[in-house]
């Protein structure tokens, strides 16, 4: 992977006193000026490409073979059930650096991949089986993005925020890739052939760290067994203490449980079941939904000056009335909905990856993100328990209408922190902290 600023040039910011407006603190330089940038984004998207197609797959798939919202439930809790291993990630992240995880997250995922490929092919998929290969494939991918994530400041000293956010425009770019890719050749290659798909693209971000586009290597910081959990609270003392982290925590968390993957198996059983559309078509859907959740990852991720209070506030907002809007039985009116949630979501999901990399210390970086990781992925994995339940008890339009009714809190908790916020701000401006890492040598490669 990569890193801006082999000079060892500083972040360019404005000082906090130097009496400038907030939004000249906030600005960094473009990372797509720098060559090393967009060599390690193609090799992420190329890889996130498989990824989307994988994840589009995944789903339809098991409808066919199962025909069951509570096994494409439990295939979707794979992801979510990986990231109780977060923590312990970023502290190996913290601790070794972010090299150590990359390639062996990339190989774990394509066994886990293979191993889900050869039982397809071979006519033998019980949905345990499909679970323990998708369990391992989400496993090896939070390997795979804790180290690049945390290697991010390091490698774009200049322009750490923005680098952050410009990776996270790529993964929205592919995730309209895979829907569009699985449209175009499920009724040629099927299921497996776009599985194979998938495996043949790990092998692009092995072939950018070979081109010696990767983290700096980092001496391994000395830390016992009885230091590990003194560890993990310094990750997330470092959460509390900010009130804008601490915000933006309870918000994602909330985001998680109710538009986690139990609302996108639950998008896809509608579309199959109630709108019978054929998979290529809800795949088209999916694909509508997803590029608008990209065009809300730009509107933030692409602004010079960064606003997270204003993205996480008006993104929450629509993710949450939208919700309501799915319970109409007009096509136009549910797919204006999906699009309009996706495009709040997008916003939403752009301010929380790039608000740690903001406010988080360097030297934590790994181990907060990791916690955090973990409290979103809990949420999540109760996302495909309460949904099903609810479409059990209240049907497909009232699971929509419960949902949205807990989507709420996250708007009361936005304007009951607003002021807290205003204070964070003023105690501790934006672009004023100077981490470790920063401070520290560059390796050349």
Not at 55 to 78: F, H, I, K
Not at 141 to 151: F, I, K, M
Request: positive net charge; charged residues 15%; glycine residues 10%.
């Amino acid at each position: 992977m990569s890193r801006a600023g082999e000079s060892g040039e500083e972040t360019s910011r404005v000082p906090a006193d130097a009496g400038a407006p907030a939004a000249l603190e906030d600005r960094e330089p473009s990372p797509l000026k720098d060559r090393r940038f967009r060599v390690f984004a193609t090799g992420n998207a190329l890889n996130n490409v498989g990824e989307s197609v994988y994840a589009t797959v995944l789903p339809l798939m098991v409808y066919d073979l199962t025909g069951s919202l509570a096994s494409m439930s439990l295939l979707a809790a794979a992801v979510p059930v990986s990231l109780v291993a977060a923590p312990w990630l970023g502290s190996a992240a913290d601790r070794w650096g972010p090299r150590v995880l990359v390639v062996p997250g990339l190989l774990v995922q394509a066994a886990g991949a293979v191993v889900m490929n050869l039982c397809m092919t071979a006519g033998y998929a019980p949905t345990w089986l499909l679970f323990g290969c998708a369990l391992l494939v989400a496993l090896g991918g939070s390997a795979y993005l804790t180290g690049w994530v945390t290697g991010v400041p390091a490698m774009f000293p200049r322009c750490p925020v923005r680098a952050r956010g410009t990776l996270n425009s790529v993964f929205f770019a592919t995730t309209v890739a895979g829907p569009l890719l699985t449209a175009a050749l499920l009724p040629w290659t099927g299921y497996a052939g776009l599985l194979w798909l998938n495996i043949i693209t790990f092998a692009a971000p092995i072939a950018v760290w070979a081109m010696g586009v990767h983290p700096p290597r980092r001496a391994a910081k000395p830390t016992g067994r009885a230091r590990a959990g003194r560890g993990l609270r310094e990750g997330w003392r470092a959460v509390s203490s900010d009130q804008r982290l601490l915000t933006m925590t309870v918000v994602h968390v909330v985001l998680s449980l109710v538009c986690g993957a139990g609302l996108q198996a639950l998008v896809v059983y509608d579309l199959r079941d109630s709108w019978q559309l054929s998979g290529s078509a809800a795949s088209a859907v999916i694909l509508g939904a997803n590029s608008c959740m990209l065009l809300g990852n730009l509107l933030v991720a692409q602004r010079a000056a960064f606003r997270p209070r204003l993205s996480l506030t008006a993104g929450t907002a629509l993710r949450a009335l939208t919700l309501f809007l799915l319970m109409a039985p007009l096509w136009p009116v549910f797919f204006g909905a999906l699009a309009l949630g996706a495009l709040g979501q997008g916003a939403v999901l752009s301010t929380v990856v790039m608000m740690r990399v903001k406010y988080l210390p360097q030297e934590v970086l790994g181990r907060s993100s990791g916690l955090l990781s973990l409290l979103a992925g809990g949420a999540a994995l109760l996302s495909p328990v309460i949904t099903p339940a609810l479409s059990h008890a209240l049907g497909v339009r009232g699971a929509f209408c419960a949902l949205g009714v807990l989507s709420l809190s996250t708007l009361w908790y936005l304007r009951r922190t607003w002021r807290a916020w205003e204070a964070a701000d003023r105690a501790s401006p934006a672009g004023a902290r100077l981490s470790s890492a920063d401070a520290a040598p560059r390796e050349r490669t």
